[in-house]
């Protein structure tokens, strides 16, 4: 389940943000409306404060990049786009400025600056003396952990002789390597069980 909750938490927003959408729509309540599009906005501001605080270092988050940071950063500009462009012409055929086109301008700016402040997919956590990255179904003891090995698109983790944990679809380079085994050594991982190399 660990392994698909980050994908499971993407439909969710999506599916949300659809029901808010629909549900405008077709209950036509504009108490409901507008709470539905307050939360939505407080969600995002919340997100996009999350990215700022790391991009300007002041998150003890430690990510890394994946193949998927391309597609979260343009997918969430196309949204906004598409979501200030609906808004202008919805404007300008009904030549009606109400809080819904505030509401659906913020939300689409949001988007927009949600990608251009995109942060690295990719997250590495320790927990309880285990360290788990993500895509992982569980933690993994530190103490248990053989080896260590850090190539430009995955990590493999060798726990015994027998158990192997694989961490795929990544876009590893010098800089994001070192800093990975930096935040290993620090949380207690033997350094001489860490082999980087980055040719695939």
């Known amino acids: ?77 196309i949204i906004g786009v598409f979501i200030l462009i609906g808004d202008i012409i919805w404007y300008r055929m009904n030549h009606y400025f109400d809080i819904y086109v505030l509401l659906f301008s913020i939300i689409g700016i949001l988007f927009l600056f949600n990608g251009i402040y995109s942060i690295p997919y990719g997250e590495l956590t320790f927990e309880n003396g285990q360290l788990s990255f993500r895509g992982m179904d569980k933690g993994i003891n530190i103490n248990e952990i053989l080896s260590i090995k850090m190539h430009k698109s995955s990590i493999i983790i060798f726990s015994s002789e027998e158990a192997m944990t694989r961490v795929v679809n990544l876009m590893l380079d010098e800089k994001s390597a070192a800093f990975i085994k930096d935040e290993l050594i620090k949380n207690g991982v033997n350094p001489n069980s860490i082999i980087v190399n980055l040719v695939d």
């Open 1 to 77: 389940m660990g392994k698909y909750k980050n994908d499971i938490k993407t439909i969710l927003e999506v599916a949300i943000f659809l029901f808010i959408v629909f549900g405008a729509a077709f209950l036509q309540n504009d108490l409901f409306t507008v709470f539905s599009f307050f939360i939505w906005v407080f969600y995002l501001v919340y997100r996009l404060i999350k990215k700022i605080k790391y991009k300007h270092g002041k998150s003890n988050a430690i990510l890394y990049p994946t193949l998927n940071d391309a597609y979260f950063k343009s997918s969430a500009i």
